[in-house]
């Protein structure tokens, strides 16, 4: 589906004719009201979901094992922050943290049991490693109705923090599908020296229904919750809705509302340059007739992407009437998720 081009000589209202000519009050701050020459850009899908399912797991195991060439083989639950070579910072997460001796690099392995149950719709499984060159390979075990199958994630042959995608074959309908275990066999890393005493990290494993080809370390979706806003309605019958506290949308996501709307109305969105957090700007659609269970998808118009090399604060949204005293519009979910 292409994207509309939003043209703003079709956004003004029957009852408040001059309100696109002025700056706006949002909660007792001043709004400057943008005007864009070609587009600000949304798309309107007739469907009250996402593209894309998505489970994150919990982070257990049940058991580990390890062949008898490795010693002092240890593993436990614990909790520690996750740090992107990028410098992204994720606090205080839940991981598998594993260590052991090994007296070569050819022989033996390391593996962690889980049997963590997974949707059939799964495609693609994400996962955290954290490693110290131990030049290890990684694998990962899925069991479905079909049997067991192996997956290879990859060599550890880093320092730090970095994220695997692993792409799944069809699962079987029938019965379960679980990650049955993730194994380390161990390995000699080429041209370099080797830990003898591997440090491996596990976590932020998550499923998604479509084969995604990269993962950063912030949140896949944030869904915003009602109770997550300030409400207020102006005597035009204008109703805006403010966040606490103002969440980065970053320039290459989508802002995703789920709307039902029965009289012509439109929507506002309310934000700001990272760097300029006190100097709201106002993005506007155009109007909307009668919509039952649609989804707004909104990208953030090019020139704003050429202001920032990251993206801007979200602050809120406001509804506006095209008739006074009625209520056109209602937003029952926001979504700030990935483009896929």
């Known amino acids: 589906m292409k994207w509309n081009k939003l043209l703003l000589f079709f956004m003004i209202p029957l009852f408040i004719s001059g309100r696109e000519a002025e700056n706006s ?68 997460q839940n991981m598998i943290y594993l260590s052991y001796e090994r007296e070569n690099f050819t022989t033996g392995a390391f593996e962690i049991n889980t049997r963590q149950e997974i949707p059939h719709w799964s495609k693609s499984i994400s996962l955290w490693l954290f490693d110290y060159n131990s030049g290890n390979e990684a694998a990962l075990y899925i069991r479905d109705a079909k049997g067991l199958k192996k997956y290879s994630i990859g060599f550890l042959n880093y320092k730090g923090w970095k994220n695997f995608i692993i792409h799944l074959d069809s699962l079987s309908q029938e019965g379960k599908a679980v990650i049955e ?54 005597s035009l019958g204008i109703q805006y809705f403010r966040l606490n506290k103002g969440y980065f949308w970053d320039k290459d996501k989508i802002l995703s509302f789920f709307i039902q709307s029965s009289e012509p109305s439109y929507l506002e969105i309310y934000a700001s340059l990272p760097d300029q957090k006190n100097k709201i700007f106002i993005l506007q659609t155009s109007f909307f007739n009668s919509i039952q269970n649609a ?21 809120g949204y406001a509804v506006v009437p095209l008739k006074k005293g009625k209520i056109p519009l209602t937003v029952q979910r926001i979504v700030l998720r990935p483009e896929l």
């Not at 009201?33 to 399912?53: G, L, T």
């Not at 949140?219 to 009602?226: G, S």
């Not at 989804?295 to 602050?315: A, H, M, N, S």
Request: proline share 5%.
């Open 181 to 234: 275990k993730i194994k380390f066999f161990n390995r000699k890393m080429k041209g370099g020296a080797n830990d003898l005493n591997p440090v491996i990290k596990i976590s932020n494993i998550e499923v998604f229904s479509k084969k995604i080809l990269q993962r950063n370390l912030g949140p896949f979706l944030k869904d915003f919750e009602p109770g997550d806003f300030l409400f207020e309605e102006d």
């Open 25 to 92: 009050i949002f909660f007792s701050k001043k709004a400057e009201r943008r005007y864009y020459s070609n587009e600000f850009p949304f798309q309107i899908v007739f469907q009250n979901n996402i593209p894309v399912d998505y489970l994150k797991l919990p982070c257990y195991f049940f058991s580990y094992e390890a062949s008898k060439s490795l010693n002092n083989s240890k593993a436990a639950l614990t909790k520690e922050d996750i740090i992107s070579k990028e410098g992204e910072i994720l606090k205080n």
């Open 295 to 315: 989804r707004l998808d909104f990208k953030l118009p090019d020139d704003i992407k050429k202001k920032t090399q990251e993206g801007v604060f979200f602050w």
